[in-house]
């Protein structure tokens, strides 16, 4: 069969623009016209003269053709985008059924040079059109405008756009003309369909609204599958399953299109033609995972219908498909009666579209005098009470569909999307039958509850997330590769996600009381998907929680906490008289919870005033009271920085001590305090001390100017290894001094290769050029530390040194073979060198390591150095 010329390629304005010029073909030649066109007069109707030229269009009406000419016409009025346009156009006379004419004066876009038309109206083509005719006798001499506007050109957005067109149907004598919308949402399952038509009434010469049009074109029609319905004398069982859903129709009463298949008999769709509705269609999506054998029709619903007729042919059309289907009596007659429509094979369609054709008259309605004795008027509503699919399914309810869904082969599949398109009672079966599949079925029937509104969804799949997340392993710290993902966890949590707010109940009652694993689990989602509903149901939780299971909660509390949409619950619950109602620890893990954002919570500082001003408070309050206490002292909270300066210095625990350096960091007021720290009995608190104030140095803060002498004298002189270490490290973080540089040239001697590292990190860091001879010492010195050697030669390139490019360069390609694990990590470093001092014939140095025969991780290394930036000056 031939495929439509409208499926093919329509695009909201190509198919406008192809179907105005098919019509037209049927009427003439395109040519451009310059002599005037002249319309003869017709009975009861003048003539008319036409021209078109710079000047724009000028008409005239003539009661007769012989003298009639446009001069001394009417000048017709044209937008500004338009008159560019009148240099292509032409003028194509109609004759309309009874013999009276009008005028189509149509300027195509595409005739036009690029221009201002062109640029306004995009790069889509289309036309103008101007229907024109000459008034009626005795209706006066002023020709008469029956419609102008664009064609083809679509406004709206991909999926819902609209456009204008005008249409002329050849009739058995004459034509019609009609003018209505293609719209995007609204097709005969692919073919263009003209909505909201009105015909010109050769009668008036008027357009009347509510006219019906066959969009199915003539070939296709004439080449659709022949069917006949047969006749059954009692209405088959429907199935339990309805795998059609309506989507859009041409015209309905009331606009209850839907009624054609919602299973009610007493409903029914009717056209809202004036007429015998020829043409009008409803649309009805469908699965193409499902096969359909056939249709079931019931024409008449048991309910009244004012003027009801039956269609005597009507057409079934698919994308790529037409069938004919005739009914073979007037149904209307038969109060009880449905019809089996057998289809020729089996079509799987994603749409299917029901096509009105003839239909018988009414009782008592006169015959039309449209063509082959249609019935007209405008009491007659051609209607279908029902359609349904035939299907292999048939007689099966929706249990037994589930059990179908075992295996997910092409039968299952079909199921699933029958299953999916039936409404809560599948859903239902799919809900209880889920734990008897196979994972295959599983999948499809997950697919099934997606359907159901969330109201549905939620319990079952906050069930599975609870039973998922129990069952799965426990997460491990090891460097092992994750297990595999669950799908139908991460399905779960999906839909979860999806349905946001609406699961919060669900989850806030796994949070209260489920297992471990899923607790967590839920805590998580919660969090994310209603933050303000997850904060008053984690505090709930934490009350008693212990070990990994509060660090968990805890986690999902700050992850909640951090969201804008819990800022108002938070403020609540910081609030006193609701803060101390709470168990101590809960209230505990809400600050601290809160991290950074605490200081902007109105209400934190006195929350945290009323847990830190109880008299002899035990060590855990204190030491958790430290991260709050600088999250406040970072926003002006002066007792928090009090608060933190005294457990800082004075806390007899140095736990204590050592978390109030750690967090006071970022606390630049307290710099003072950690430089006295540094000097704490305790070796941890010492070195929490020296590594805060690295940061704080790292950050730009400026350190308290005793700050250098303190720390270059813990690099000389601590016992511990590690404090020594940390001094370097933050020497090298500090403004270069000649007495820091010193500090760390002395450190070279030290015993420990970690303080010698770090010592020579802060030298290259402070580019110290005036010790390069001892750093050169360090990176030639064979019996020094790996490592050591490596952090010179750095520490070099830092500096600048010109010198030692040569070195740098014999060690680089020596680590192309390397001997060991001396050659990679040397030549690792010199290539980092070579690339920061980046000497001008750097690429012939590295040119042996861009070889194929290079290690891939050398290779890159080495491109690495040639692409880097400069840091020196040649």
């Known amino acids: ?135 009626l006798a005795g209706k006066g001499t002023e020709p ?78 004439r080449a659709a599958s022949k069917v006949a ?106 109060e009880t009666a449905g019809y089996e429509v057998k289809l020729p094979e089996e079509i799987r369609a994603s749409c299917i579209a029901v096509v009105l054709d003839d239909a018988y008259a009414p009782r008592g309605a006169p015959a039309g005098a449209g063509d082959r004795g249609a019935p007209s008027g405008p009491e007659v509503r051609v209607t279908i009470a029902e359609i349904t699919a035939r299907t292999a399914f048939d007689g099966q309810g929706p249990a037994a569909l589930v059990g179908a869904l075992a295996g997910g082969g092409e039968r299952a599949r079909a199921a699933a999307a029958l299953l999916a398109r039936s409404g809560p009672e599948a859903v239902e079966a799919a809900i209880a039958g889920y734990d008897k599949l196979d994972p295959a079925g599983r999948q499809l029937a997950a697919g099934v509850i997606d359907t159901a509104p969330c109201a549905v969804q939620i319990p079952f799949f906050t069930a599975r997330l609870a039973s998922g997340a129990a069952a799965a392993p426990p997460r491990r710290a090891s460097r092992a590769a994750p297990p595999e993902p669950d799908p139908e966890l991460h399905h779960a949590r999906d839909r979860i ?24 689990a839920a805590a998580r989602e919660l969090a994310l998907v209603a933050p303000a509903e997850a904060i008053p149901a984690l505090l709930d939780a934490l009350a008693g929680a212990r070990g990994a299971m509060r660090r968990e909660l805890r986690a999902a509390l700050a992850l909640a906490a951090r969201s804008e949409r819990a800022a108002g619950v938070v403020e609540e619950e910081v609030q006193l008289d609701r803060l101390r109602a709470r168990p101590e620890e809960a209230q505990l893990d ?56 005294a457990s800082l210095r004075k806390d007899a625990d140095a736990h204590v001590r050592l978390r109030a350096a750690e967090v006071a960091a970022d606390v630049p007021a307290l710099a003072p305090d950690l430089l006295a720290a540094a000097s704490d009995p305790e070796v941890r608190v ?5 590594v805060a104030l690295s940061r704080a140095a790292s950050a730009g803060a400026k350190l308290p100017a005793g700050a250098p002498t303190a720390l270059a004298a813990r690099l000389a002189s601590d016992p511990w290894t590690f404090i020594r270490g940390s001094a370097a490290l933050a020497i090298g973080a500090i403004p270069a001094t000649p007495a820091v540089d010193r500090a760390l040239v002395g450190a070279l001697a030290d015993s420990a290769p970690e303080v010698r590292r770090n010592a020579l990190d802060g030298l290259g860091a402070h580019r110290a050029v005036a010790h390069i001879e001892a750093v050169r010492d360090r990176a030639e010195d064979k019996e020094e530390d790996l490592e050591v050697r490596a952090r010179a030669i750095l520490a070099l390139g830092a500096m600048c040194d010109a010198s030692s490019v040569d070195l740098w360069t014999r060690l680089a390609l020596r680590a192309k073979a390397p001997m060991g694990e001396r050659d990679q990590r040397l030549g690792s470093a010199a290539l980092a060198a070579l690339g920061a001092v980046h ?3 750097l690429p012939a140095r590295l040119k042996p390591l861009l070889d194929k025969d290079t290690p891939h991780g050398l290779r890159e290394t080495a491109r690495a150095a040639l692409s880097a930036a400069p840091q020196c000056r040649r």
Not at 628 to 637: K, M, T
Request: proline letters at 7%.
């Open 1 to 135: 069969m031939r495929r439509s010329p409208f499926r093919s390629g329509w695009r909201r304005v190509g198919a406008a623009v192809g179907w105005i010029a098919a019509s037209s073909a049927l009427l003439g030649n395109a040519a451009a016209q310059v002599a005037p066109v002249v319309l003869p007069q017709a009975a009861g109707q003048q003539a008319l003269a036409v021209r078109i030229d710079a000047g724009g269009i000028t008409a005239r009406a003539c009661p007769a053709a012989a003298a009639c000419a446009p001069d001394g016409g009417k000048v017709l009025a044209v937008a500004p985008e338009v008159a560019p346009l009148l240099g292509g156009a032409r003028v194509v006379p109609v004759t309309l059924a009874d013999g009276r004419r009008l005028a189509k004066i149509e300027a195509p876009v595409a005739a036009t040079p690029a221009g201002a038309a062109a640029t306004a109206l995009g790069a889509g083509g289309g036309s103008w059109v101007m229907l024109l005719a000459a008034p």
């Open 144 to 221: 008469v405008v029956l419609w102008s506007g664009w064609t083809g050109v679509s406004t709206g957005e991909h999926g819902e756009g609209r456009s204008d067109a005008v249409v002329v149907e050849p009739l058995g004598s004459g034509s019609r003309v009609l003018v209505g919308q293609l719209r995007d949402d609204v097709t005969i399952c692919g073919r263009p369909a003209l909505v909201g038509a009105s015909e010109v009434d050769p009668r008036t010469m008027t357009l009347l609204k509510g006219a019906s049009f066959q969009n199915l074109p003539l070939e296709e029609r």
């Open 229 to 334: 319905a047969e006749r059954r004398e009692a209405d088959a069982a429907a199935p339990a399953l309805r795998l059609l859903r309506p989507t859009a129709a041409s015209s309905a009463v009331g606009k209850r299109f839907a009624e054609i298949a919602d299973g009610d008999p007493k409903t029914a769709w009717s056209e809202g033609k004036v007429g015998a509705g020829r043409g009008e269609f409803v649309s009805l999506s469908s699965a193409d995972e499902v096969g359909i054998t056939g249709l079931g029709l019931r024409i008449k619903p048991t309910e009244a219908v004012e003027g009801g007729a039956a269609p005597r042919t009507l057409f079934v059309a698919t994308p790529d498909r037409l069938f004919q289907v005739s009914l073979p009596e007037d149904a209307w007659l038969k």
């Open 497 to 520: 996600r999806r349905c946001g707010r609406a699961a919060a109940p669900a989850l806030a009652e796994i949070v209260k009381g489920g297992a471990a694993a899923a607790r967590v």
């Open 590 to 645: 809400l600050l601290r919870a809160l991290g950074p954002s605490l200081g902007r919570v109105k209400g934190g500082g006195a929350a945290f005033q009323a847990l830190a001003s109880a008299a002899s408070a035990p060590f855990e309050r204190r030491y958790l009271l430290q991260a709050p206490a600088a999250a406040l002292a970072r926003a002006g909270e002066a007792p928090a920085e009090a608060y933190l300066r």
């Open 686 to 690: 010492r070195e929490a001390a020296i």
């Open 839 to 841: 000497p001008a014939d």
